[in-house]
T-cell receptor, first 112, second 114 residues
Framework: EDKVVQSPLSLVVHEGDTVTLNCSYE??????LLWYKQEKKAPTFLFML??SGIEKKSGRLSSILDKKELSSILNITATQTGDSAIYLCAVPNAGNNRKLIWGLGTSLAVNP | DGGITQSPKYLFRKEGQNVTLSCEQN?????MYWYRQDPGQGLRLIYY???????QKGDIAEGYSVSREKKESFPLTVTSAQKNPTAFYLC?????????????FGEGSRLTVL
């Protein structure tokens, strides 16, 4: 069965720290992996990683796909309180790429 | 501004009542989705639609119904047949035909059954 596992489930850090969030996947016919940030209600898209685009960066956030290890990491450097959110990882279902398989998310709290 | 609007944000329902959650988008996206989010569980797909007048069941469609009469609108009805309807419901849309890529989400509707 296809699945996505995120770790850790929760994390508390201080402003300025660097954090690394993990997403492991088991899916046949891998196409892409997506990262979202959910602050309060609406998840917002961060990155999409594919075989042809295994590394993405936007400001203090960056993400790398490791197809050999079937995983991805999301790095946040110099964290700010505004980074506090749930970070979600998802992978398209092998049989129907309109369906995403979601991880449970990592809840990040950045304390001042 | 372009985006997805869900309403109501909060809704209380008595057992046995049907309720309809609204989802409207002005992004000109073809695909629209309904997800349910519960504590300790990942987002679960209820229904999705890739084109007007067509929709498919997701993983947990039982007790729900949808319609897609207009490109901009994808309302979700939570029927009395849904055994555990209390949840946070998210609507999303995408413009990537045939690929579940970047999804744009609404602010969600929280339904509580009393």
């Amino acid at each position: 069965e296809d699945k996505v596992v995120q770790s850790p489930l929760s994390l508390v850090v201080h402003e300025g720290d660097t954090v690394t969030l993990n997403c492991s996947y088991e899916v046949t016919n891998f196409r892409s992996l997506l990262w979202y940030k959910q602050e309060k209600k609406a998840p917002t898209f961060l990155f999409m990683l594919t075989s042809s685009g295994i590394e993405k960066k936007s400001g203090r956030l960056s993400s790398i796909l490791d197809k050999k290890e079937l995983s991805s990491i999301l790095n946040i450097t110099a964290t700010q309180t505004g980074d506090s959110a749930i970070y979600l990882c998802a992978v398209p279902n092998a049989g129907n790429n309109r369906k995403l398989i979601w991880g449970l998310g990592t809840s990040l709290a950045v304390n001042p | 501004d372009g985006g997805i609007t869900q309403s109501p944000k909060y809704l209380f329902r008595k057992e046995g009542q049907n309720v309809t959650l609204s989802c409207e988008q002005n992004l000109n996206h073809d695909a629209m989705y309904w997800y349910r989010q519960d504590p300790g569980q990942g987002l679960r797909l209820i229904y999705y639609s890739q084109i007007v007048n067509d929709f498919q069941k997701g993983d947990i469609a039982e007790g729900y119904s949808v319609s897609r009469e207009k490109k901009e609108s994808f309302p979700l009805t939570v029927t009395s047949a849904q055994k555990n309807p209390t949840a946070f419901y998210l609507c999303a849309s995408s413009d990537r035909a045939g690929l579940a890529g970047e999804l744009f989400f609404g602010e969600g509707s929280r339904l509580t059954v009393l």
